[in-house]
T-cell receptor, first 115, second 109 residues
């Protein structure tokens, strides 16, 4: 257990539905990352926050995806109008300022299946 | 071509064998990470390298900055080492990691 938690761990939804995932980082960590990992591949960067500010978004993050970190603590990732191609593991990671070379602590992930 | 390439993609070995997983990258980096992912998804950091070599128990990681190459070695492999091993680089000037596709290691008893 790295101290980063994600909820839910598994989500099955029908195409077209909206889903929301939550990530709770380690409490003193001010930077939070979201990644997507499809089967047999490494994680791909989606977005990251420094406190409540969203500083970078990948072009992978289409307009159906939105992420928030309203108080600089937990974060949510919402996918609207889900598509089968959204099926993946969604990972969250956090780091604390001054961490050398961006050492990240990963949550267990939320596995999304879109039927 | 991906910025980070790992080889092999899959590796099966017998308990006790010496294991090597390779990672090559094509960009300037500040650091390279080796990560371990067990079934179920959780990822843990094994090593962070900016130069040279690090050792932790039976695991050894090396990096050659000039050749843009890193290796992860496991000595006296054990079935509990079975996992996906992922190489990730921190690109110079960036604040995000770029990941390889992972190497699935299976150690048979």
């Amino acid at each position: 257990d790295t101290g980063v938690s994600q909820d839910p761990r598994h989500k099955i939804t029908k195409r077209g539905q909206n889903v929301t995932f939550r990530c709770d980082p380690i409490s003193e960590h001010n930077r939070l990352y979201w990644y997507r990992q499809t089967l047999g591949q490494g994680p791909e960067f989606l977005t990251y926050f420094q406190n409540e500010a969203q500083l970078e978004k990948s072009r992978l993050l289409s307009d159906r995806f939105s992420a928030e970190r309203p108080k600089g603590s937990f974060s949510t990732l919402e996918i609207q109008r889900t598509e089968q191609g959204d099926s993946a593991m969604y990972l969250c990671a956090s780091i604390t300022p001054g961490t050398p070379y961006n050492e990240q602590f990963f949550g267990p992930g939320t596995r999304l299946t879109v039927l | 071509k991906n910025e980070v390439e790992q080889s092999p993609q899959n590796l099966t070995a017998q308990e006790g064998e010496f294991i090597t997983i390779n990672c090559s990258y094509s960009v300037g980096i500040s650091a390279l990470h080796w990560l371990q992912q067990h079934p179920g998804g959780g990822i843990v950091s094994l090593f962070m390298l900016s130069s040279g070599k690090k050792k932790h128990g039976r695991l050894i990681a090396t990096i050659n900055i000039q050749e843009k190459h890193s290796s992860l070695h496991i000595t006296a492999s054990h079935p509990r080492d079975s996992a996906v091993y992922i190489c990730a680089v921190l690109i110079q000037g960036a604040q995000k990691l770029v990941f390889g596709q992972g190497t699935r290691l299976t150690i048979n008893p």
